[in-house]
């Protein structure tokens, strides 16, 4: 008997082909974003920490110029909103995703990896090798991205090292663009800039480099996003090295760490005197001249304590309460950074970072200064009044660095116009202004015409390093989140205490973690630590994706129906007919076998269609298996082997195929650590550069102190690199 579908049978086909339908399309690869290929999803120790206290992580390299193999390394932190708070509310809480920081350390040539891990960031490393939760980290305040500039420095790499500041700056910008192509959602977010010591020469620069570029783009007419630009914190800055430089003689008479009586103090007058000299005929650029270095070199040498156990000669020049062996001079500071080395060299912690290349970790890198002499580049100053037009900036100096000193910072301020006021410095009524937290008193303020300076008290030349909780106050400053303070006897402004460290005061914590106020989440991000189970939050491009499924969905039960329904009106009269009734005769159903006489013709034709139809079923059947083939082999999709140009599938294929967007890279196990080569440290170097005693090719002693007071102290040094200005 010949098979022929009725119109109810149609439509069952129609449904029993939706479950299928749904599953071909679900097995269809889910576009990753770019950033995925930067998840951090494992670090030891991670799983240890509290759910609350678990960043998302991204991090690896940046192709920043093919041609000079230039890549820039990064690692940013995002506080993970699965966190449950202390009953508290911040302040600060609506902005805490809508704000990110990037964090620049100095040197130059020094890896910013110092401010992840031992300064600002969320995570510090044990003596186990273990990430802890450093408690007072900035990451309460907005996403943090940590950035190893310019090549070379840190995880960074190139084959072409810069050698101007402006250059420094131009590679900044483009490693930007390539970062908002990563993460895209950031470009509406408020963007600062944030660094320590040599970064008062970047930052300036780059900031610059940025307005420039935002003001071509809004010229051009053109649709690219500009960077939302918001302030930047610049902590013991090196933006004058011509002030820095002649205030190390009279800061550390202030101090008390030299006196007239001392049988060097002439000597280093004559040497004030040649740096006083050498400013009067003009500012000088980015790098300071030996003849203003010197002073520092000189004062570390007639300090030197011989009477003293050898590992406590010297006095830090970045913590001058604490003391080190000669001449290092604070080169084995701070005491965290041999965990560092350990951790950032391990190869298993390279590859849980994403690197494309696994190049050895040093904290500075002397390549990196011996190439940057800058000697185009004026010094940062020049731009900081036209930059406080534009934004908001705040000077902070921790008050015990002497290389960076506070007074300095105070002299250069005392010294510039800015804000279209024609005299020099602040306002004489500007007072400044105490500044508690948690009330205790940490320092100073003065602020006006959009500059805010700030003297952290008990800090050193790295403030989040000593006072992490107290330095994430300097963004609340920045911003605007104070409050006023009058505890009866004394006045001033407060800054928040969150809930990630105990307070100490009678009010209690005033701040804390985004959470809702009986301490559930508003977010259902998972936060996790191992590989297995990590998960991240959805972003917008997901959400298209699933929309997008649900609409070729309904479109494909549509497009069955009306092919279908086609086929219905096209169908001859089938072999099993009713005949129609009439109130007077008897309905009759006729059959007509096979043996009868028939119209062999009607019957082939009919036949075809059928053949033709079942055919189709088939050919879907294969499309299923092809499918499934498509899901097992997603990386790497191929939409001929999808379709055929007669199916539902292959036209749909056609609309949402396209070039692969993924961006995957190889790792290669060549290790590319340069060698730092030589540092002279002679009277024509244009650097202050205190050498270690480790550098691969060997660098000359420190000072030209006599053989025998440096032989005592050959052991006391670490594998730091070399740090001019850290």
Not at 570 to 583: E, F, G, H, V, Y
Not at 716 to 721: E, L, M, P, Q, V
Request: hydrophobic share 30%; proline share 4%; with cysteine.
């Amino acid at each position: 008997m010949v098979l022929v579908i009725s119109s109810m049978s149609r439509y069952a086909i129609v449904v029993s082909i939706i479950p299928f339908f749904v599953t071909v399309v679900l097995s269809l690869p889910i576009p990753k974003e770019l950033k995925d290929e930067y998840l951090v999803k494992f670090l030891p120790g991670l799983d240890s920490l509290a759910v609350n206290e678990r960043p998302i992580m991204y991090a690896g390299h940046v192709e920043i110029h093919p041609e000079d193999d230039d890549n820039y390394f990064f690692w940013k932190f995002i506080k993970n909103d699965n966190s449950t708070g202390n009953g508290g509310s911040s302040d600060l809480s609506s902005d805490i995703h809508n704000r990110t920081v990037f964090w620049l350390n100095g040197g130059p040539g020094c890896s910013s990896m110092d401010g992840a891990l031992m300064e600002l960031g969320p995570l510090r490393i044990n003596s186990k090798q273990n990430v802890e939760y450093n408690k007072g980290n900035w990451m309460e305040i907005g996403d943090l991205v940590f950035v190893d500039q310019p090549g070379g420095t840190g995880f960074s790499y190139t084959s072409k090292y810069d050698k101007e500041l402006y250059e420094v700056s131009a590679d900044f910008v483009v490693f930007l663009e390539k970062y908002f192509e990563l993460f895209p959602e950031d470009l509406d977010k408020e963007i600062y800039l944030a660094g320590e010591s040599f970064a008062g020469q970047y930052i300036p620069y780059i900031l610059k480099a940025i307005f420039e570029k935002n003001e071509a783009i809004l010229k051009s007419g053109n649709n690219t996003s500009t960077i939302n630009m918001k302030g930047a914190l610049i902590g013991n800055g090196w933006i004058s090295p011509d002030v820095q430089s002649a205030s190390y003689l009279p800061f550390m008479v202030k101090a008390g760490l030299i006196s007239q009586d001392n049988e060097s103090f002439g000597d280093l007058l004559k040497q004030q005197e040649k740096c006083q000299k050498l400013i009067n005929n003009g500012p000088s650029n980015g790098i300071t001249p030996y003849e203003c270095s010197a002073i520092l070199e000189k004062l570390l040498v007639s300090t030197k304590n011989e009477t003293a156990p050898s590992n406590e000669q010297c006095i830090n020049m970045y913590d001058y309460s604490l003391k080190d062996s000669f001449p290092s001079c604070g080169m084995n500071w701070p005491p965290l950074l041999d965990d560092v080395n350990g951790f950032l060299r391990n190869p298993k912690i390279k590859e849980y970072l994403n690197l494309k290349k696994l190049r050895q970790w040093n904290e500075c890198d002397s390549a990196v200064s011996r190439y940057l002499t800058a000697k185009n580049s004026p010094a940062a100053i020049e731009f900081l009044p036209d930059l406080l037009q534009k934004i908001p900036i705040a000077l902070f100096n921790g008050d015990r660095d002497i290389i960076c000193n506070h007074m300095g910072t105070e002299n250069m301020i005392s010294s510039m116009k800015w804000g279209g006021s024609d005299r020099k410095g602040f306002s004489r009524d500007t007072d400044f202004i105490n500044w508690y937290y948690d009330d205790a008193l940490s320092g100073v303020i003065k602020s006006e015409r959009n500059l805010t300076y700030i003297t952290v008290y008990g800090a050193s030349h790295m403030v989040p390093f000593d006072k992490p909780a107290v330095s994430r106050g300097l963004v609340d400053i920045l911003t605007g989140n104070i409050k006023d303070y009058n505890n009866g006897e004394n006045t001033g402004i407060s800054t928040p205490i969150y809930s990630d460290v105990e307070s100490n005061s009678a009010n209690g914590t005033i701040g804390s973690t985004s959470s809702n106020g009986d301490g559930s989440s508003d977010s259902n991000t998972p936060a996790t630590s191992s590989p297995s189970n990590f998960k991240t939050p959805h972003s917008t491009a997901f959400y298209i994706f699933e929309v997008t499924v649900v609409v070729i969905i309904l479109y494909g039960i549509h497009y069955f129906y009306k092919y279908y329904h086609s086929l219905a009106k096209q169908r001859p009269t089938s072999i099993l007919a009713n005949n129609a009734s009439t109130k007077n005769k008897k309905a009759k159903k006729q059959v007509h076998w096979e043996d009868e006489e028939v119209d062999l013709a009607e019957d082939n034709n009919e036949q075809n269609e059928q053949n033709e139809q079942i055919g189709q079923i088939g050919q879907i059947d294969q499309i299923e298996q092809t499918g499934q083939h498509s899901q097992e082999n997603k990386k790497d999709p191929d939409p001929t082997s999808h379709s055929s140009n007669s199916s539902f599938i292959g036209s749909i294929w056609g609309k949402i195929s396209g070039a692969n967007s993924d961006v995957r890279y190889e790792r290669v196990n060549e290790d590319i650590e340069m060698s730092g080569g030589e540092i002279l440290n002679n009277h024509n170097n244009t650097e202050f550069i205190i050498d270690s005693e480790e550098e691969e090719e060997g660098n000359e002693n420190y000072t030209n102190q006599t053989n025998n007071n440096n032989n005592n102290n050959n052991n006391n040094n670490s594998n730091n690199g070399n740090r001019s200005i850290v």
